[in-house]
């Protein structure tokens, strides 16, 4: 496979290629500059190659949305009193403590225990996200006639949520900094996917029943995320 191209063009769809001998199957993936990439065995085709690409084309397409809506977070944050970070919208100052505690938002302030960073905010906004979300789910849930099996605030990398057939949904922490009507779309799209598992016209047209703003929402949200807080460690 001498002759393979670095850049294989399927379409609309530029697709870097790479060969390893170590790889039993080809890998397909969308890379955080929503770049393509496929890692294939020696003796993979051309033509299977570019089969595979068109079979997984409504996958690639979504995974291309994902990355293009949700965007590059900066992490320029400083583990000081005084910096800001935001939850549900709104810019907390922080406030370093002594002793050491769990993160906690005091009369306007977000407490962080000396010494504390990234991992003790991740933490706190796991925590609270669950508990909020369960609850703002369940009437949007109602609306799209869906069974949320349950409801888990993880590291998502670059996606703002996922779900699986069997009912449940997962939504990033980082969601958590939005305003509240944002991650109300977040949740009306992931659970559209419940219903229509793509990005197909049908799969739209289930969040515009639910959510006639989608758009907009949708607009906003890939402009707010390059402004979101992510550490490396919390992707």
């Known amino acids: 496979m001498s002759d393979f191209p670095g850049v294989l063009n399927v379409g609309d769809l530029d697709v870097n ?11 397909l993936t969308v890379e955080r500059d929503a770049s393509i990439s496929a890692i294939v065995p020696p003796q993979v085709s051309r033509d299977e190659l570019v089969k595979m690409v068109e079979a997984k084309r409504s996958w690639l397409y979504g995974k291309l949305a994902e990355r293009r809506e949700l965007g590059e977070f900066r992490s320029d ?6 910096e800001g970070f935001c939850y ?13 505690a769990e993160v906690r938002l005091v009369r306007g302030r977000l407490e962080l225990g000396r010494g504390g960073g ?11 996200g669950e508990a909020w979300l369960r609850r703002r789910i369940k009437p949007w849930a109602l609306r799209l006639g869906v069974d949320v099996a349950d409801l888990r605030v993880l590291q998502l990398g670059y996606r703002w949520g996922s779900c699986s057939p069997s009912g449940a949904v997962n939504i990033h922490w980082a969601t958590m900094q939005l305003p509240p009507t944002l991650i109300d779309y977040v949740l009306v799209h992931e659970l559209a996917h419940l219903l ?20 907009d929402c949708r607009e906003r949200l890939r402009r707010l995320g390059p402004d979101l807080w992510l550490p490396a460690e919390g992707r």
């Open 77 to 82: 944050r400083q583990y000081v009193s005084g």
């Open 88 to 100: 549900l919208g709104r810019s907390y100052r922080l406030r370093i403590v002594d002793p050491p």
């Open 17 to 27: 290629v790479s060969v390893s001998p170590r790889r039993r199957s080809v890998r």
């Open 118 to 128: 990234a991992r003790e905010l991740v933490r706190w906004y796991s925590r609270v």
């Open 196 to 215: 229509r598992h793509d990005h197909s016209a049908e799969f739209w047209r289930l969040v515009e029943r639910a959510m006639p703003d989608y758009e």
